[in-house]
C-alpha cells in the first residue's frame, strides 16, 4: 500500500477520534449547565473548539496529501509517457542500424538485376525454335504485302453494283405511253421489222 495511503487513513482515524471528543464536551457542558456550574461547562466548551481547531488541521493535512498524490499520479504518468518515447526512438535507432542506405541500395540493385534477369528469361522462352526459327521476316512481311495488294486489286476490278430501281406503278388495264421524245434506234428498228415477218 502507498505511503499516503496509510497517512491518510491515519488522519482520518485521528479526526473521528477528535470528533468523538468534541462530541462528548458538548455533552458534558449540557450537563454542568444543567448543573447550573457555568464555569465547567464553559471549560468543556473551550476543549471542544480545540478539538475542532485540530480536526480543521488534520482537514488540511489531506487535503496537502491529496494534492501531493494527484501531483505523483501525474509525474508517474509523464515518466512513463518519457519511457515509451525513450524505447521507440531506441527501437528505431537499432532498425536504421539494421537497415542502412547502403543496405537498401544494394538490396534494390539485386531485386533490379532479378527483374533484368527474369525478362531475358521471359524474352528466350518466347524466341521460336525448330522450323519457326528459319522463317525470314522480311518475306513473311513481303508476302502479306502482296496478299494486301491482291485484295486490293480485287475490290477495285469488282463491278460497281447499282442501285436497285424502284418499280413504276402502272394502273391496271393501261399501258403506259412511250415518252414522245425517245426516238426508235436502228436495233429497235429491225426487232420491229422481225416481228412483224413473223407475224404474217
Given at each position: 500500500m502507498d505511503l499516503d495511503l496509510l497517512n491518510l487513513e491515519m488522519l482520518e482515524k485521528k479526526e473521528k477520534v477528535l470528533q468523538k471528543k468534541a462530541s462528548a464536551e458538548v455533552?458534558?457542558?449540557?450537563d454542568f449547565t444543567k448543573a447550573k456550574n457555568k464555569?465547567?461547562?464553559?471549560?468543556c466548551l473551550k476543549r471542544k473548539?480545540?478539538?475542532?481547531?485540530?480536526?480543521?488541521q488534520l482537514g488540511n493535512f489531506q487535503l496537502r496529501i491529496h494534492d501531493q498524490m494527484i501531483l505523483l499520479e501525474g509525474a508517474k504518468a509523464t515518466t512513463e509517457t518519457v519511457d515509451a518515447l525513450r524505447s521507440g526512438a531506441a527501437a528505431m535507432k537499432a532498425m536504421q542500424k539494421a537497415t542502412n542506405i547502403d543496405?537498401?541500395?544494394?538490396?534494390?540493385?539485386?531485386?533490379?538485376?532479378?527483374?533484368?534477369?527474369m525478362k531475358m528469361i521471359q524474352e528466350a522462352l518466347a524466341t521460336?525454335?525448330?522450323?519457326?526459327a528459319d522463317f525470314d521476316e522480311d518475306e513473311l512481311e513481303a508476302e502479306l504485302e502482296e496478299l494486301e495488294g491482291a485484295e486490293l486489286e480485287e475490290q477495285l476490278l469488282q463491278p460497281a453494283t447499282t442501285a436497285p430501281v424502284a418499280p413504276v406503278h402502272v394502273p391496271t388495264g393501261r399501258v403506259p405511253a412511250?415518252?414522245?421524245s425517245?426516238?426508235?434506234t436502228a436495233e429497235e428498228d429491225e426487232l420491229a421489222a422481225l416481228q412483224a415477218e413473223m407475224a404474217l
Amino acid at each position: 500500500m502507498d505511503l499516503d495511503l496509510l497517512n491518510l487513513e491515519m488522519l482520518e482515524k485521528k479526526e473521528k477520534v477528535l470528533q468523538k471528543k468534541a462530541s462528548a464536551e458538548v455533552e458534558k457542558a449540557k450537563d454542568f449547565t444543567k448543573a447550573k456550574n457555568k464555569r465547567a461547562a464553559i471549560q468543556c466548551l473551550k476543549r471542544k473548539r480545540l478539538y475542532e481547531q485540530q480536526i480543521e488541521q488534520l482537514g488540511n493535512f489531506q487535503l496537502r496529501i491529496h494534492d501531493q498524490m494527484i501531483l505523483l499520479e501525474g509525474a508517474k504518468a509523464t515518466t512513463e509517457t518519457v519511457d515509451a518515447l525513450r524505447s521507440g526512438a531506441a527501437a528505431m535507432k537499432a532498425m536504421q542500424k539494421a537497415t542502412n542506405i547502403d543496405d537498401v541500395d544494394k538490396t534494390m540493385d539485386e531485386i533490379n538485376e532479378q527483374t533484368e534477369n527474369m525478362k531475358m528469361i521471359q524474352e528466350a522462352l518466347a524466341t521460336p525454335i525448330g522450323a519457326a526459327a528459319d522463317f525470314d521476316e522480311d518475306e513473311l512481311e513481303a508476302e502479306l504485302e502482296e496478299l494486301e495488294g491482291a485484295e486490293l486489286e480485287e475490290q477495285l476490278l469488282q463491278p460497281a453494283t447499282t442501285a436497285p430501281v424502284a418499280p413504276v406503278h402502272v394502273p391496271t388495264g393501261r399501258v403506259p405511253a412511250r415518252p414522245a421524245s425517245h426516238k426508235p434506234t436502228a436495233e429497235e428498228d429491225e426487232l420491229a421489222a422481225l416481228q412483224a415477218e413473223m407475224a404474217l
